[in-house]
């Protein structure tokens, strides 16, 4: 684990592809705009979410956190990017 700062780093320009993507759906697809504003708000969340867990590492295992975050973080914007490509 290099730093903390690089891993919130990471996160958030994950977060920023992520939104850029569904900005992208809510200008060229105008009727599926509550979609896209959701998807935005839940990327907002899953950044939010991710950062503050980042800040509050516990004591004494910590690799192990990191590795958990990490591998849930790739999961979740996966799921995410699927998301926003089918809609």
């Not at 867990?53 to 956190?65: A, D, L, M, P």
Request: hydrophobic share 35%.
């Amino acid at each position: 684990m290099a730093s903390r700062r690089l891993l919130k780093k990471s996160i958030k320009n994950i977060s920023s592809e992520l939104f850029n993507d569904c900005v992208l759906l809510h200008c060229t697809h105008p009727e599926k705009t509550s979609r896209s504003e959701e998807l935005m708000q839940e990327i907002l969340l899953l950044n939010v979410e991710y950062v503050k867990r980042i800040n509050h590492t516990g004591k004494g295992s910590e690799r192990q956190f990191y590795r958990k975050l990490r591998k849930e973080f790739v999961e979740k914007a996966i799921a995410l990017s699927k998301t926003i490509s089918e809609a």
